[in-house]
């Protein structure tokens, strides 16, 4: 399987515990994004990376929130002192962007990470 | 800013017949990308298919095409001879880099 995987596919935490989530791109994809989706909702943009490099975090992205994509391959996303407000699908999406190429290169996701905090 | 308008929370249409998905946008950017995505019950983002700013023709891929029309900011998906496969919720989303999604519409298709 050559796609974008997340692990682990679902995760259920206490209030106030800390989780981590991985996401692995496609192998040639030198982008990497992370998205939100609340129920009813289309997701909402956290962060993306280009290598190793994080370009954007939005305002969503609290202080609780940090991401890293240490070598350029896979990436992580760990949540601090987790809140009932956090629960959500937590999506990861490769692109493979061209320097000096086109500007809207397509974004392929993973099956999510579901996450519930009790 | 960008932002996206899907203007239909849900439809239900019989199989075999076309249906089209509305969706709006708004930008400042002269080039971005319209696109979309659909997500079955397990959660998965699919991507559909894309169309560019500068695109001169719409978009096709297989049993879905693009309605692009750039003067009224619209980008209408359209599924030709539905499927009960088909049933999911669809999504439109521009990026001029990362994307903006709309609030999604929810295709039922009846047998």
């Known amino acids: ?118 | 800013a960008q932002k996206i308008t899907q203007t239909q929370p849900g439809m239900f249409v019989q199989e075999k017949e076309a249906v089209t998905l509305d969706c709006t946008y708004d930008t400042s950017d002269p080039s971005y990308g319209l696109f979309w995505y659909k997500q079955p019950s397990s959660g998965e983002m699919i991507f559909l298919i894309y169309q560019g700013s500068y695109d001169q023709q719409n978009a096709t891929e297989g049993r879905y095409s693009l309605n692009f029309q750039k003067a009224r900011k619209s980008a209408n998906l359209v599924i030709s001879a539905s499927q009960l496969g088909d049933s999911a919720m669809y999504f439109c989303a521009m990026s001029s880099e990362k994307l903006t999604f709309g609030t999604g519409t929810r295709l039922t298709i009846i047998p």
């Open chain 1, 1 to 118: 399987d050559t796609g974008v995987s997340q692990n682990p596919r679902h995760k259920i935490t206490k209030r106030g515990q800390n989780v981590t989530f991985r996401c692995d791109p496609i192998s040639e994809h030198n982008r990497l994004y992370w998205y939100r989706q609340t129920l009813g909702q289309g997701p909402e943009f956290l962060t993306y990376f280009q290598n190793e490099a994080q370009l954007e975090k939005s305002r969503l992205l609290s202080d609780r929130f940090s991401a890293e994509r240490p070598k350029g391959s896979f990436s992580t996303l760990e949540i601090q002192r987790t809140e009932q407000g956090d629960s959500a699908m937590y999506l990861c999406a490769s692109s493979l962007w061209a320097l000096g190429g086109q500007r809207t290169d397509t974004q392929y996701f993973g099956p999510g990470t579901r996450l519930t905090v009790l």
